[in-house]
Nanobody, 129 residues
């Protein structure tokens, strides 16, 4: 059973930056495609970004393109979400998730959360002045 732990959330002013981390225990993250999702109060869960197992495929929601970057550090068994130029509408609980499906090597989705097999507990990001 893969366990995912998110960290790096917090309170930041508009225009600021945060780097979220998704660390794994019990297994190697390199075996999975990884997605970042977020959920704001009263709103549906939204896909933010994802990274295929190969690392060669990344996807971003239109709302974060050019501002967020997903990356993987295999040596640290961690996936990161670098968030720049943060806006109040980025406020949400951010979750990382892992997909172990057979397509995960060259595929990842931000639109199909049901394809992800493991989820972390989330980290709160609040963007406010």
């Amino acid at each position: 059973q893969l366990q995912l732990v998110e960290s790096g959330g917090g309170l930041v002013q508009p225009g600021g930056s945060l780097r979220l981390s998704c660390a794994a225990s019990t297994s190697t993250l390199g075996y999975y495609a990884i997605g970042w999702f977020r959920q704001a109060p009263g709103k549906e869960r939204e896909g933010v970004s994802c990274l295929s197992r190969s690392g060669g495929i990344t996807n971003y929601a239109d709302s974060v393109k050019g501002r967020f970057t997903i990356s993987r550090d295999n040596a640290k068994n961690t996936v990161y979400l670098q968030m720049n130029s943060l806006k109040p509408e980025d406020t949400a609980v951010y979750y990382c998730a892992a997909d172990q499906g057979p397509r995960a090597y060259l595929y990842c989705s931000t639109n199909r959360p049901a394809e992800y097999d493991y989820w972390g507990q989330g980290t709160q990001v609040t963007v406010s002045s």
